[in-house]
């Protein structure tokens, strides 16, 4: 069954943590040994499943360890046959393999049998992902990264051990695998809106003309705060709920009219959901309270989009300007959609809920080390850094740490030569060659000069 599947080969020295990390990938499904005629060594060969996922095979040549312990006893003599019995080894797996994963100790840092294995690697000409295991923590991880860039891999950190980032490296690996094997859609989980705004900007008419009929309220048991209440409703096929609603809806009582509208309650909502909309009322225009959110939201990275409802209120030319002053405000974070709607009129409303997905969607990209990096080749060949105290930051590596909102790590010579508007420049460029169009984007630069130095 494995043998119809395209394999991936998982290369590297002893020790690195290639079975713990083969165990990981193939979760239950059960190794099995395979004893070669020909080949001295086991080989230990799984599939992967994953539900989002194409099927794939995976072959460990870790069985090598052994022999290869016993080898490096026989002295100095041993340890050269000992990479030659390593080589040989990875030959037999590469021969069939559609591509490798090749594993490197983060904590031990680069040795030089991890330079020879890549050398040998790399005249395959196959598809390879260099896995950096033993990392644990973002901090450590750049570090770690750093040294290895110079095998000329994409680089990928992991713990096998702890399961960090492991769901990245399945899709780095199914991206490795020729075409036909990408990625299958995964099912959308319910799409969590937070609504946010100030009283009687008109958030509860809103909630209540997108939702439509077929909303359901759905209260928190019993015993939990009554300040949890959800709208759940389904529109084509994607389920929605509009979280903590309570605030909104029960407004009775004119002491509710002086209801709260306080930042922090507000930003404690909007970290229950996926998308955030800030709705603000064309009548009243933009009061310190919208700013001082706008700001919040855009320093947490939040995603959201802005809703100037009753439009069907102010003449044509009085609204132009109003949505010239928002966009003014969302200068710092033009990124965020700005949409001019009336939830009397209907106007635009049925924009808002295609709108949150595609946020939704920006957020969870995951791009591929090797795109990322001729995306920033690209940035510079069109645009070199500047020089700063007459010298110009050499950038050395992309990798993208985190999903949601995509964090992007840049490797550079010296991060203080890097200006502000170089870095504006990298995430519009980015930006754009990715389609990350409404999601926030963190760029962070690290400076690796001091690693190369040590
Ligand atoms: P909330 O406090 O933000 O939930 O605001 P409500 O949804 O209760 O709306 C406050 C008032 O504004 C109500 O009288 C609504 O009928 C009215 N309203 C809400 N949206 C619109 C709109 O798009 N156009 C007009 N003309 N009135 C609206």
Known sequence: MSETLPQIVLVGRPNVGKSTLFNRLIRSNRAITHDRPGVTRDRMEGVVRRKSLPPFGIVD?????????????????????FES?????????LASAAAVAFVVDGRDGLLPLDEHLAAHIRRKG???????NKTDGMEREDEHLAEFHCLGFPLLAVSA?????????LEELVALLPAGHSAAPPEPPALRLAMLGRPNAGKSSLINAISGEERMIVSDVAGTTRDSVDVRFQRDGQEYVFVDTAGIRRRTRVTDRVEKYSVNSAIKSSTKAHVTLLTLDATEGVSQQDKRLIDMLNTRKTPF???????????RDALERLKKNVAGMLAFCSHVPLLAVSALTGRDLQKILPLARKIREECGVRIPTGQLNRAMEEALARNQPPVVKRARAKFFYLTQAETEPPTFVFFVS??????ENYVR?????????????????RLHLRSSHKKKER
């Open 425 to 441: 420049y990298l995430e519009r460029i980015l930006r754009k060659i990715f389609g990350i169009v409404h999601a926030p984007l």
């Open 305 to 315: 989009m802005v809703l100037v409802n009753k439009c069907d209120l102010v003449p």
């Open 61 to 81: 040549t870790g069985g090598i360890t052994l022999n290869a312990h016993a080898a490096v006893v026989e002295g100095p003599e041993g340890i050269r046959g």
């Open 126 to 132: 196959l598809p390879t992902l260099c896995v950096v």
């Open 161 to 169: 051990e702890h399961g960090h980032n492991i769901n990245a490296l």
């Open 414 to 419: 010296d991060a203080e030569r890097v200006p």
């Open 85 to 93: 019995q390593i080589l040989r080894q990875t030959e037999a797996a």
